[in-house]
């Protein structure tokens, strides 16, 4: 009967999504492993590459019904995987090196497997019959992921670009550098209403978010995955043009408003995938 099953184009393709994510996340781990990344860095890999990687397998899937159960499993999985590493039923030191922050297997129970959970809800829930759960998707992965990439480093350049000019002599700093150092403190500037995020990690998370969403948005239409809505959906906005890039970018800032937010703890990978979907609900309609 599995063997039936996983005989169809069905079969292929959550074979080829499932081989795809052990692959992936069996890389981002042993990175974290090997020390080629530093483990924060091993982790963002995985949280950015993970998501966008899943729904490229998503045309792979048949018309049925079913189809969107299937392709669930494969994250469901993860989390299961996730769940059991990070309880210390099983041990995989790679896993945790590449998805902890602090080699702590436990972490793996918090931002992971919450991750892996909106994977499964955004799946289920809007499949590749809306552009709600690409968008909610593709800015969980790569407008939060480069959010803190980013705004880590423009903090950390902004403090090494006035490092000199404190301790140097007077007249000793060139305009162009006066300039560059002026565009790093406003990047490096924390947010009114969360000291702890900063202006330059919040560009980054809304317009990452939209260079991630937008070619996922056209390799979904040109596979015709949106075309059970008919062509009347989201009143044509569907197309590549300024109506579809401004929908990309309202979804993707309201994407980077939450994730700006001081929720604490992990609850940005709800919140984010939330927000997107809802907006991108309200602006196409399906
Ligand atoms: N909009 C943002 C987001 C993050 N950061 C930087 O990245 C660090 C970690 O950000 P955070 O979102 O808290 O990262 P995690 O929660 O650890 O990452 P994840 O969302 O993957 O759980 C912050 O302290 C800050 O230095 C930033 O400058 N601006
Ligand atoms: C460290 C992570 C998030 C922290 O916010 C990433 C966790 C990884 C997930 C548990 C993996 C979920 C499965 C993937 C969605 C499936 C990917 C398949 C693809 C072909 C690589």
């Known amino acids: 009967m599995i063997a039936a099953l996983l005989q169809g184009q069905n079969g292929r393709a959550f074979l080829t999504t499932l081989g795809g994510a052990v692959a992936y996340i069996g890389v981002c781990g042993v990175v974290g492993r090997l020390g080629l990344l530093p483990t924060r860095l091993a982790r963002k890999m995985m949280h950015i590459g993970t998501g966008p990687l899943y729904m490229l397998c998503w045309p792979l899937y048949s018309a049925a019904p079913s189809s969107r159960w299937l392709a669930a499993s494969v994250p469901a999985l993860a989390g299961v995987q996730f769940m059991l590493v990070g309880t210390g039923i099983v041990r995989d030191d790679t896993l945790v090196a590449g998805a902890s922050r602090s ?27 809306s552009p709600c759960g690409v968008l909610a998707l593709a800015i969980l992965c790569a407008g939060d992921g480069l959010a803190e990439v980013v705004g880590r480093a423009c903090s950390s350049a902004a403090a090494s670009a006035d490092a ?35 202006v330059g990690g919040t560009l980054a998370c809304w ?21 059970s809505a008919g062509p009347a959906a989201a009143g044509g906005v569907l197309q590549w043009g300024w109506p579809l890039v401004r929908g990309v970018l309202l979804c993707s800032g309201f994407g980077a408003l939450a994730e700006s937010l001081p929720l604490g703890g992990e609850a940005d990978n709800v919140t984010i ?13 399906f």
Do not use: Q
């Open 103 to 129: 080699g702590r297997r436990e972490e793996l129970l918090r931002g992971p497997l919450l991750y892996a959970a909106v994977h499964v809800a955004a799946t289920l829930i809007w499949w590749r019959h």
């Open 164 to 198: 000199p000019a404190r301790g140097g002599k007077k007249g000793s700093v060139d305009s162009g550098s006066t300039w560059r150092r002026s565009v790093l403190r406003a990047l490096a500037r924390p947010l009114p209403h969360n000291c702890d995020k900063t």
């Open 207 to 227: 317009l990452g978010g939209a260079a991630a969403s937008l070619p996922l948005l056209l390799y979904f239409m040109r596979h015709g995955m949106f075309a």
């Open 273 to 285: 995938a939330l927000a997107v979907g809802l907006c991108s609900r309200a602006y196409f309609g």
